[in-house]
């Protein structure tokens, strides 16, 4: 007897459906035809794969897809070489030349748009809904936009130049969109790049080195070296990379800051997120819970984005809790091939196993963990979606990055409570807010610890709109406009000379005088402050007579300034017109003791430049209050119905280290625009004209500058300078002094990842507007904070 099909009323009622496998003839057929291990692409042409190989499984069933060479270091400086060798034409080409090779990339992209998806879905495990309808329209998006940067570059970036070879090293869970992230705003620039992609998923990487053959990308343009972490390591060490863009894990993002410090390598962080996703009260809650599954069960939860803390009013908490129970129960785990399951397999076993391990120490640590009673297949690397309750705020799996399909509950009181809830994290890459009330979730978005805020939406992504976190989720911005600078540098920044000058013997003693000796102190949360070790030293003027004494810090007096500009919260809130008002008031104050200023620097300098350099730094005083209230963020328009507003936000703590040049000058123009963007400093002065801060500080007695907002420190630089370096309190650290001190900054600053500016020894000329003051001084006092918001026609 023949099998009584279910009528449609019945499909509606049980939500069952039959198998829709997505044909994979043409992937099978590729995958035989490279049954031979797979070798590296290096300058245009494949090499002879290695006797050291690497097997792709499928993480549905294990079953080897194919196999690839690990790179050895002979491979690395191939690669490095051939990249180089292609620079120097590359990098002058014409924006048109270059924006022709993106979009030829981009259009190979769109006829392989079935293809590519299906071969990601093989290698990675996330459902063939996911590869085909987000993943591979992404890649092509942004070589599509990034060809149109190439096009305007030079007209758009005045002054920038590309950086060299490129070093991308990408991770597993999204292995095409990362190398498009990667690969398409470095060739835009001008720049030549060897891309590493991850062990575990290599082959997107491999087929699109055969689109770029059929695109024309000129020999040595884009190189890609397959291998595991030992690869990495050596294109990360290898001289001849300019850059290194990495995204991964944060404990070996931190490894890489160590690796690459005092090297010269600018470096692109974007690392891991215990993102939270917060519903209030009046929010649609079907509309909430439906985001919520893409925002955690999205990739079965291998996203460094994923909305892993559900941050819940108390009011509905059960209420969503109840509906997200509901909604896993109808789940489909399964063939990822399939296009009518929810979710697929995580990459590989040991993923699964960690995941494993970090949820059973949850519940050791009190949580409650629930699963959906729904079928899940025992073959592969297959993990339920699992929903953890009754957690505390310190419980591993709210503190820790578990990257898969786990979602912790945490409910809150009110908005404060969330708030503080949300930013209890070292992470800080995004963030979900969901209400109905605009004002409430702008409200929400603008306290956000985070790079991305969505509102009443999640996991959107565009070319057009940076990407990157805040703390410990790293630094620097994927895509947008901000994106391009991670991939150029300011012509002509560094001049020749040192930024630091010799150091004196001690001076004479002063001579017997009828004037009271006056020892200057430091100045911290707007009161002057003695040394905690109440020591000082004598400063010499240009000559090596006495100048006067001055308080020498200890890692006392740096903490304290720290909290001091901790507590100094209000400043970030000013508004740009308060700013500016204040720096005038510094201005005009600074105008009124300008012969005072020029006197002193004449004597201690001996540059003769005294009037000329007070000038300089009134005028400078100027610029960044003009910028303070007009360093505005952008909206852009990304192809979905959303709106992006990208905002520009203060740092927070930043630590100054001022260099001996124009001692006056080089210390306002480092202040002036950190505190214009709304940040708090800690500052170092020149350590052979220390006296000139003591000078200012009176300026900040007497201009309204909020206690805490600028904090002066004076003493011995590099040992104030390791303190500020190692402090988890500051947020960033911009030092100009020696090459062996901005190699100390970069290392130390790993602990808490802290973004950095230094100057490698080098001088700059101050006097210079186009690299004395502007927007890249703005730039590096401030992150983008990308916030989307829907709308509907």
Not at 134 to 162: C, K, N, S, T
Not at 224 to 249: C, D, N, Q, R, Y
Not at 457 to 478: H, I, K, L, M, V
Not at 736 to 755: I, P, W, Y
């Amino acid at each position: 007897m023949s099998k009584i099909q279910p009528s449609v009323a019945d499909i509606f009622e049980t939500m069952e459906y039959g198998p829709a496998p997505e044909e994979q003839n043409r992937v099978r057929d590729w995958l035989k035809a490279h049954a031979a291990p797979f070798g590296q692409f290096i300058g245009g042409e494949w090499t002879k794969a290695s006797k050291q190989t690497i097997e792709a499984k499928n993480p549905a069933n294990g079953e080897v897809l194919a196999r690839f060479s690990i790179a050895s270091d002979s491979d690395v400086n191939a690669a490095v070489e051939a990249a180089s060798a292609a620079f120097p034409k590359w990098s002058r080409s014409s924006g048109f030349e270059r924006a022709k090779v993106l979009y030829a990339l981009a259009r190979l992209v769109q006829k392989n748009s079935r293809f590519l998806a299906v071969l990601e879905t093989l290698d990675n495990g996330k459902p063939i809904r996911e590869t085909r309808d987000i993943d591979v329209p992404l890649v092509a998006r942004h070589f599509y936009h990034h060809a149109g940067w190439a096009q305007l570059m030079e007209r758009e970036l005045p002054g920038h130049a590309p950086l060299g070879v490129v070093g991308s090293i990408i991770p597993w869970n999204f292995p095409l969109l990362m190398l498009a992230w990667k690969i398409a705003p470095a060739i835009a620039m001008g720049n030549t790049v060897v891309l590493k992609p991850a062990e575990f998923t290599s082959l997107t990487a491999l087929y699109f080195a055969e689109l770029c053959q059929e695109a024309g990308v000129p020999p040595g343009v884009i190189n890609i070296i397959t291998g595991a972490g030992e690869t990495g390591a050596a294109l990360v060490k290898h001289p001849g990379v300019a850059k290194i863009a990495f995204t991964g894990s944060t404990e070996v993002g931190r490894i890489i800051r160590e690796q690459t410090a005092g090297s010269g390598k600018k470096l692109t962080l974007e690392l891991g997120g215990k993102s939270a996703f917060i519903v209030f009260e009046d929010a649609d809650l079907d509309g909430a819970v439906e985001g919520l599954i893409d925002a955690i069960w999205f990739n079965q939860g291998q996203v460094c984005c994923a909305g892993s803390r559900l941050l819940v009013e108390e009011g509905v908490a059960q209420t969503i809790v109840d509906k997200i129970k509901r909604r896993l129960s109808t789940f489909r785990i399964g063939d990822p091939l399939d296009k009518a399951i929810d979710m697929g397999a995580l990459v590989d076993p040991v993923q699964r196993q960690r995941v494993d391990a970090l949820v059973r120490q949850g519940e050791a640590q009190g949580a409650t963990v629930w699963r959906p009673d729904i079928p899940c297949p025992t073959e592969g690397c297959f993990y339920p979606p699992t929903l953890l309750t009754d957690v505390g705020p310190a419980n591993i799996a709210v503190t820790d990055e578990i990257f898969g399909p786990v979602l912790s509950v945490l409910p809150f009181k009110h908005l404060a409570d969330a708030i503080a809830l949300a930013n209890n994290s070292r992470y800080g890459l995004s963030a979900t807010v969901w209400s109905q009330d605009v004002n409430r979730a702008l409200e929400t978005a603008a306290q956000m610890k985070a790079g991305v805020v969505w509102i009443n939406c999640t996991n959107q992504f565009d070319a057009a709109a940076g990407f990157g976190g805040y703390r410990e989720s790293g630094f620097g911005r994927e895509g947008g406009r901000e994106g391009l600078f991670e991939y150029v540098k300011v012509d002509g920044e560094w001049t020749k000379g040192e930024a630091v000058l010799p150091r004196v013997a001690e001076p004479p003693a002063p001579e017997a005088t009828d004037f009271i000796d006056r020892t200057a102190k430091h100045y911290i949360g707007g009161k002057q402050a003695r040394a905690d070790n109440g020591g000082s030293f004598a400063v010499a003027t240009h000559d090596g007579r006495f100048a006067g004494r001055i308080a020498s810090g200890n890692r006392k007096d740096i903490r304290d300034a720290v909290e001091a500009a901790t507590n100094a919260t209000g400043w970030a809130g000013a508004t740009g017109h308060a700013k500016a008002q204040i720096l005038y008031y510094l201005a005009e104050n600074l105008s009124q003791r300008a012969d005072d200023f020029a006197r002193h620097l004449n004597d201690w300098t001996g540059a003769g430049e005294g009037k000329k350099e007070v000038a300089a730094s009134i005028e400078r005083l100027f610029a960044y209050a003009a910028w303070a209230d007009k360093y505005d963020g952008q909206v852009h328009a990304p192809p979905a119905r959303n709106i992006v507003i990208a905002m520009n936000e203060p740092i927070g703590v930043l630590g100054v280290v001022c260099p001996d040049q124009a001692p006056l000058l080089s210390f306002v123009s480092l202040v002036a625009p950190a505190i214009s963007m709304g940040n708090r400093v800690v500052v170092v002065p020149s350590e052979r004209h220390p006296l000139i801060a003591a000078d200012f500080y009176q300026l900040l007695e007497t201009s309204d500058v909020p206690g805490g907002v600028v904090n002066i420190v004076t003493g011995m630089r590099d040992e104030l300078t390791d303190t500020l370096a190692k402090h988890d309190g500051v947020d960033a650290l911009w030092y100009f002094g020696s090459s062996a001190g901005a190699t100390a900054v970069e290392k130390l600053s790993s602990g808490n990842l802290k973004r950095t500016w230094v100057n490698y020894g080098k001088a700059r000329d101050w006097y210079s507007r186009e690299h004395g003051e502007g927007r890249q001084f703005l730039r590096e006092a401030s992150q983008v904070k990308n916030v989307w918001a829907p709308y509907w026609e």
